[in-house]
Antibody
Framework: QVQLVESGGGLVKPGGSLRLSCAAS????????MSWIRQAPGKGLEWVSY????????YYADSVKGRFTISRDNAKNSLFLQMNSLRAEDTAVYYC????????WGQGTLVTVSS | QSVLTQPPSASGTPGQRVTISCSGS????????VYWYQQLPGTAPKLLIY???QRPSGIPDRFSGSKSGTSASLAISGLRSEDETDYYC???????????FGGGTKLTVL
């Protein structure tokens, strides 16, 4: 069965960095575009970034452009999100989700940016 | 302020039919498919409707989606207590080159 498992979340100080991972299984990872989506505590869903199946096409939300970098390793069935220059407003649960419908989501990993 | 506009709340009684609206623009709903998600507390969102009106396997036919112009709607018929949770619409925005979500609608079953 399809499974997405995020990891790498935690507590980080403003200005710090964190790298999230999403391990995929149960489907041919290299065939699918993937996205990161986040949800601040008590708030709605916010799309963060998208990467094509080969990694050649990437998009970012304006709120993270220039600070976050999405990547993938199809050989290892893994998706990544490198987050730099973190701000308090980046505090959220981060989900990876399978495109094009977001038909599968991981359980999420909590990122807390606080001094 | 979300690009897609949803009512913050909706309500209905058991057995009733309720609809949740999602309003956008020509660059998003007007030209792209709309998706709907249900999110129970403390869990990841779950796909309810894809490509405007298609239901994934396992989603009851009580849930239906529609789209007209720059707006879309999710209808839930035969309302049940377990439907009481949050619902989100989403679509691709050609101008922003990114996905956009509605602010979410909290459904209460009275």
């Amino acid at each position: 069965q399809v499974q997405l498992v995020e990891s790498g979340g935690g507590l980080v100080k403003p200005g710090g960095s964190l790298r999230l991972s999403c391990a995929a299984s149960g489907f041919t990872f290299s065939d699918y575009y993937m996205s990161w989506i986040r949800q601040a505590p008590g708030k709605g869903l916010e799309w963060v970034s998208y990467i094509s199946s080969s990694g050649s096409t990437i998009y970012y939300a304006d709120s993270v452009k220039g600070r976050f970098t999405i990547s993938r390793d199809n050989a290892k069935n893994s998706l990544f999100l490198q987050m730099n220059s973190l701000r308090a407003e980046d505090t959220a649960v981060y989900y990876c989700a399978r495109e094009p419908s977001f038909d599968y989501w991981g359980q999420g990993t909590l990122v807390t940016v606080s001094s | 302020q979300s690009v897609l506009t949803q009512p913050p709340s909706a309500s209905g009684t058991p057995g009733q039919r309720v609809t949740i609206s999602c309003s956008g623009s020509s660059s998003n709903i007007g030209t792209n498919y709309v998706y709907w998600y249900q999110q129970l507390p403390g869990t990841a969102p779950k796909l309810l409707i894809y490509r405007n009106n298609q239901r994934p396997s396992g989603i009851p036919d009580r849930f239906s989606g529609s789209k007209s112009g720059t707006s879309a709607s999710l209808a839930i018929s035969g309302l049940r207590s377990e439907d009481e949770t949050d619902y989100y619409c989403a679509t691709w925005d050609d101008s922003l080159s990114g996905w956009v979500f509605g602010g979410g609608t909290k459904l209460t079953v009275l």
